[in-house]
């Protein structure tokens, strides 16, 4: 504990500090141009949150998904604006741009280092939540979703009309359609129809002097970098038109686990030869979590295997039989229903009602509260030595609510070229390794011990991954991977973590950041730089 008289001197210091600012921060006069530069000023004053508003702190907590941003000391926004017309969102870029406060778009706000809701400049968070209509074309299989939409909605109001239609993206209900598709988005349906951002058709989107464009109006190349370019780079975009996919009325979802002391290690390793080569229609995805074993005071692992098919039992189980017997797939561990319920079922909520989808609120049961990620891609299986080695490192105290979740590529990401869309990891990837280091809020104050975990893990991984670039995936956002933790000042720094991500990519999105918003106003820790 921290003696009495420091507590005494850092509140001092603190309380002199926010004194200060309150009385020289620019936002006062950010609330005025606000106001004036409104058609309808009565209305945008209901819409924004300032510290000294009661609803302040439940506004910003109620998308600030990672609990590990909700501590005290966390930088906090000097204004939320929650915009429900284009004008609000229009009159909030002019005014943060003239009195020189750097704006955050949130969508869902589940970016994984929180920088949709936290920076360490004075700020503004544009906050879409009211963003969020959901219109869905059955006959034309297209849908308008609106930035703030969550996946859960626009699932929901699909199956409301549609047993057969579908969008590609990730499983987990509260995530935001604006941040997913934006650094590509995936799920279920990866190995058949590929990222959300390869299936979205145009986009409705306003730059930073307020300007709404659509697709043809923007232009092929903006189009593309919106897509998987990363959020936070290029302007806002306020809604996608998606495609969407046919799926069986009926899906197989089916899972079996194995403890590491029955050869779950030999059976990843099996895994690692299979998975990419099945056919598209299948899903075969592996989680690995540290457990109680039964030696009292001692962890293993399970890995649990978890597999969709777009087809019936009848046609699954032969197929794993000949393709992966190894896995022991049996009818009792498969189940037949719709693909919303698959939904359900990969969120850890098979019971609830599917009007949870709606609320965007309902924590999944199966997230931890505050985390940090990391993720990896692999092109050669990893000896079963490095496994084994791995799965040791899953059993230290630190990881005790780790998963790790390992996701199938091949199928139909084999076939899109690397630079269809910014998302470049496609063709010679096995699998991808996402890292999910979890921790209680509660335990906030160890946050340290749960970092050096996750890099300690994923030096160990090191020889096993891609290599030159080490890449990543831009929505598992991780800020180790830069020259620094802080951001970047140059092109040349932000190349370090933009070719992880991007690839050969990335030079054309900062071409196309230095046409749309030459003066880098939308920018964050690693938003696109300018050439
Ligand atoms: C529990 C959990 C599970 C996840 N599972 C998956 C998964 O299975 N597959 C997968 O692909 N990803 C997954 N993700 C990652 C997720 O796709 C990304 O975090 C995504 O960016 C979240 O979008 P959001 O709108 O909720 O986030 P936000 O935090 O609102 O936005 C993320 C970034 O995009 C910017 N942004 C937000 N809205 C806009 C907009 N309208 N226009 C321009 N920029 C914008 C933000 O400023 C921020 O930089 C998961 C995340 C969590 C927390
Ligand atoms: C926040 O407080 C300001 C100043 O009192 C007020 O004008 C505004 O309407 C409040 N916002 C909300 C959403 O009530
Ligand atoms: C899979 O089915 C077998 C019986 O065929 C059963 O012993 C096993 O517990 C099942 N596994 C899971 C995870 O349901
Ligand atoms: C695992 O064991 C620890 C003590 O070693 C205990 O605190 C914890 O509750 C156990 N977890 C489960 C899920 O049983
Ligand atoms: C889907 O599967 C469920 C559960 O097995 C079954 O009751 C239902 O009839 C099936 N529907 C279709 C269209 O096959
Ligand atoms: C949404 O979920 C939260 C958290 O579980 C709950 O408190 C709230 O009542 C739910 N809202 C609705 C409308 O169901």
């Not at 998987?228 to 996608?240: D, Q, R, T």
């Not at 009792?332 to 965007?360: D, F, H, K, R, T």
Request: with cysteine; proline share 5%.
């Amino acid at each position: 504990m921290k003696s009495p008289k420091f507590s005494m001197l850092f509140t001092l210091v603190f309380a002199a500090f926010f004194s200060f600012s309150w009385a020289t921060l620019p936002h006062q006069n950010f609330l005025q141009c606000l106001s004036l530069h409104s058609h309808d000023s009565s209305s945008i004053s209901k819409l924004i949150f300032t510290r000294t508003n009661s609803s302040y702190e439940s506004v910003l907590d109620s998308t600030l998904w990672n609990l590990r941003f909700t501590t005290t000391n966390t930088p906090k926004p000097l204004v939320i604006v929650t915009p429900t017309q284009i004008s609000h969102i229009q009159a909030t870029i002019h005014c943060s741009k003239k009195h020189g406060l750097q704006t955050r778009t949130r969508s869902g706000g589940h970016d994984y280092e929180g920088l949709s809701s936290v920076a360490k400049v004075p700020f503004v968070i544009i906050d879409l939540s009211k963003f969020r209509s959901v219109d869905v074309d059955v006959e034309n299989r297209v849908a308008w979703v609106q930035s703030g939409a969550t996946l859960g909605e626009i699932y929901y109001r699909i199956a409301e009309k549609s047993s057969t239609l579908a969008f590609p993206a990730a499983v987990f209900h509260t995530i935001g359609i604006g941040g997913h598709i934006s650094g590509g988005g995936f799920g279920l349906l990866l190995r058949k129809y590929g990222t959300a951002g390869d299936n979205v058709v145009d986009a409705q989107f306003i730059d930073v002097n307020g300007r709404v464009l659509n697709r043809k109006s923007m232009g092929e190349d903006l189009f593309w970098a919106i897509r998987g370019g990363g959020g936070g780079s290029f302007g806002i975009v306020l809604a996608w038109k998606l495609s969407l996919v046919p799926i069986p009325a009926n899906v197989t979802v089916c899972s079996v686990t194995r403890i590491r002391e029955l050869n779950a290690a030999e059976l990843v390793n099996r895994w690692q030869y299979i998975a990419h080569t099945l056919p598209d229609e299948v899903y075969s995805t592996v989680l690995l979590t540290p457990v109680n074993s039964t030696q009292p005071g001692t962890r293993t692992v399970l890995a649990i295997f978890n597999s969709l098919f777009l087809g019936t039992v009848n046609e699954f189980l032969p197929l794993m039989e000949q393709r992966f017997p190894e896995l022991g797939l049996t009818r009792q561990n498969c189940s037949e229903m719709s693909y919303i319920q698959a939904i359900m079922v990969n969120n850890g909520m098979p019971n609830q009602p599917l009007e949870i989808l709606l609320n965007g609120t309902s924590r999944v049961p199966i997230v931890s509260p505050s985390y940090k990620v990391k993720s990896d891609y692999v092109k050669k299986p990893i000896p079963l030595t490095g496994l084994n080695g791995f799965f040791s490192q899953l059993t230290d105290e630190a990881a005790a609510m780790t998963t790790i979740i390992l996701v199938p590529y091949g199928g139909i990401m084999d076939r899109i070229p690397e630079n269809a869309t910014p998302f470049p990891h496609r063709a010679g990837n096995l699998y991808k390794i996402f890292y999910d280091v979890g921790w209680q809020a509660t335990d906030n104050i160890n946050t340290q011990k749960y970092l050096d975990w996750a890099r300690k893990a994923y030096t160990y991984m090191t020889p096993f991954v891609s290599k030159s670039p080490r890449e990543a995936y831009i929505n598992f956002r991780d800020l180790d991977i830069g020259t620094n933790n802080i951001g970047y000042t140059s092109y040349a720094q932000a190349s370090v973590w933009g070719y992880k991500y991007f690839k050969g990519n990335f030079k054309k999105l900062a071409l196309v950041k230095t046409m749309i918003d030459p003066e880098n106003f939308f920018k964050h820790e690693q938003s696109i730089p300018l050439l």
